[in-house]
Nanobody
């Protein structure tokens, strides 16, 4: 079992930045690929970014490419999402997730563990 706790959400103006963190409970964190997803009110959960177990592979949704950066620190059991040039349409609850398949995936169904989410609100 892996417990994931997100932090770093909040209210920011359009054009601003936030960094989300997701701390994992297990020392075997480095065995998992990690992903970030988001869900806006009335919409389905959507993929944002993913990173492989050793940071060798990272990929992003087209809507955030060039603005968001995913990274991880296996020594700290933590994955990050740096979000720059935020837009009102980035407003959502952001979730981190862990995938036993070490390469990562865009599909939510591939992830085994989920955090509770952190709210990000971008004002115009």
């Amino acid at each position: 079992q892996v417990q994931l706790v997100e932090s770093g959400g909040g209210l920011v103006q359009a054009g601003g930045s936030l960094r989300l963190s997701c701390a994992a409970s297990r020392r075997t964190f480095s065995n998992y690929a990690m992903g970030w997803f988001r869900q806006a009110p009335g919409k389905e959960r959507e993929f944002v970014a993913a990173i492989s177990w050793n940071s060798g592979s990272r990929f992003y949704a087209d809507s955030v490419k060039g603005r968001f950066t995913i990274s991880r620190d296996n020594g700290k059991n933590t994955v990050y999402l740096q979000m720059n040039s935020l837009k009102p349409e980035d407003t959502a609850v952001y979730y981190c997730a862990a995938d036993r398949g070490r390469t990562g995936s865009r599909a939510a169904l591939d992830y085994d563990y989920w955090g509770q989410g952190t709210q990000v609100t971008v004002s115009s």
